[in-house]
């Protein structure tokens, strides 16, 4: 399939909201959205007319915010506090990159950039959390409807009460 076209002002490499939306796996509907509620940049005005187009760079952004929202499975308000987070984080980054910066500045900086991270643990941390409570339940659900087979089984045998499953150990290696 050929590439798509674009206007002859296009930059290279940028991309309609069509086929931005196919490279991943979204609409262009989702697209707009989250930038109206700041997930994505606002883009430039532009004349009327003409299509909003889309850089390497602001797809590369796109497929980071559907990554995340896949992965930890958050609302989206604790995704736009989890990337407000990563771009304040960014921005300390390229401070701290600056060789004029004195010690206290670095200090104030690296201190700023730890509150940044530390909200974003405290959000993965709390998803993480509701995961491992969804594992204990379905586990403790799986025990109760294996006693339930082992019952029935034994019930059909003529076994009943079923035999106990002999506990695992494991063994010093």
């Known amino acids: 399939m050929p590439p798509p076209e674009t206007p002859k002002t296009a ?10 939306a196919r490279l991943v796996h979204t609409t262009p509907r989702t697209i707009r959205y989250y930038e109206e509620i700041g997930l994505l940049p606002v883009p430039a005005a532009r004349p009327s007319g003409s299509h909003r187009l889309y ?6 952004r796109l497929r980071e915010v559907m990554r995340l929202k896949d992965l930890l499975g958050v609302s ?5 506090t989890l990337l407000t ?10 401070q701290l990159r600056r060789e004029d910066v004195d010690p206290e500045r670095r200090r104030e900086l690296l ?9 974003q643990l405290e959000l993965v941390r709390r998803r993480a959390a509701e995961l491992g409570n969804l594992e204990q339940e379905l ?12 019952g029935l ?3 059909s045998e003529g076994t009943f009460p079923p035999a106990e499953e002999p506990s695992r150990q494991v063994l010093p290696g």
Not at 11 to 20: A, F, H, M, N
Not at 86 to 92: I, K, P
Not at 111 to 119: F, K, T, Y
């Open 76 to 80: 989206l308000e604790e995704l736009k």
């Open 139 to 150: 586990c403790e659900t799986r025990k109760r409807v294996r006693r339930k087979i082992r």
């Open 11 to 20: 930059r290279p490499g940028s991309l309609r909201i069509g086929d931005v």
């Open 111 to 119: 201190a700023e950039a730890l509150g940044h991270i530390d909200r």
């Open 85 to 94: 987070a990563e771009e304040a984080r960014a921005e300390v980054r390229a």
């Open 153 to 155: 089984d034994a019930a």
């Open 55 to 60: 850089s390497q760079a602001e797809v590369e």
